[in-house]
């Protein structure tokens, strides 16, 4: 309703979100498989770190919103990729389903967290520019970790059959 959106349009947008967010995943295992799983990272962390800071400037167009709901939503499934890839390229396949469900278990507290932080500048700023600010500057920190952290050097202990 702030950008003057009906409730049928928004949902519309949050329909047109979920099917970037499938198609994200699906081409972030392509990208992964061609580039390797840290490059893909750096790619769809850094393009959500910059669609963050883009967003509250285009947002109030239609096209704006399109591009940046294309943009996140994509990014995010892509996580659906990586990171169970990630967790046993770091980790080995031997507890990769424990492994990967710490990863996952982090990734729903920081859903809760970012969710109370956003809404908390929200009602501290009156908008929530600085919140996308914020998840901008997180998205491209973790962008950058992708490029310094290093897998462990371990031998593979591969999963019982």
Known sequence: QQK???????????????????????FAGWVSDRIGRQRAMLLFFGATGIIMFVTPLSAGTRIG?????????????????????????????????????LIFTAWGLAGVLGGRIGSWVFTTTGAYTNAYFISGVLALIAAGLSLVVKKPAHAEVPAEA
């Open 4 to 26: 003057g959106l009906s409730a049928t349009t928004a949902a519309a947008v949050v329909g047109y979100g979920a099917i970037f967010n499938g198609l994200g995943r699906i």
């Open 65 to 101: 919103l399109l591009a940046a709901v294309t943009v996140i939503y994509a990014s995010y499934g892509a996580n659906f990729s990586l990171f169970p890839s990630a967790t046993a390229d770091f980790f080995g396949t031997r507890n990769v389903g424990a492994n990967y469900g």
